[in-house]
């Protein structure tokens, strides 16, 4: 049979960093109001709008703005990687509407799958003027 030792019981009281017992015993962080107040501000509410509010209120409608950016973004990349896509070279490969932009919440790539080549200053007064034309700016 195995013996129980004293270090071996004080092991096990011990608490973990993560435990929950651990995180009770924290203090907590304080709330910087004024970086709060800037966010509110781009969110769109007033001073009184803000205070008048619960921190939960407000955690629910910053969770919308992030939502309505991040819908306004896939909307973007689509779109750009799309017309990338159309006006290409022919060994140019295919951009993917993940690699135009990342949007909050999503995690970084490690690896690039395909790197795009940077268009030549005359690859892009062509397209320019392709776009020009098309415009009816250009005979």
């Known amino acids: 049979m195995c013996a129980v030792t004293e ?9 973990r ?3 929950r017992a651990a ?12 970086e709060r107040q800037v966010l509110a501000h781009e969110i769109g ?19 919308g703005y992030y939502y ?14 799309l017309l990338f896509n159309i006006n290409k070279g ?6 993917e509407p993940k690699e135009v932009l990342r949007l909050i919440g999503e995690p970084r790539s490690k690896k690039v799958k395909n790197k795009t080549a940077l268009l030549t200053p005359e690859q892009i007064q062509l397209m320019e003027e392709r776009v020009n034309r098309q415009m009816g700016l250009l005979p």
């Open 7 to 15: 270090s071996d019981l004080a092991h096990k009281k011990r608490r």
């Open 45 to 63: 509410l007033s001073p009184a709008e803000f205070w008048e509010m619960t921190p939960a209120d407000f955690s629910r409608m910053l969770e």
């Open 90 to 95: 022919e060994k140019t490969p295919y951009l």
């Open 23 to 34: 995180r009770s015993k924290r203090k907590p962080r304080p709330i910087d109001w004024e």
């Open 17 to 19: 960093p993560g435990s």
């Open 68 to 81: 309505r950016n991040r819908q306004q973004g896939v909307y973007f990349r689509e779109l750009y990687a």
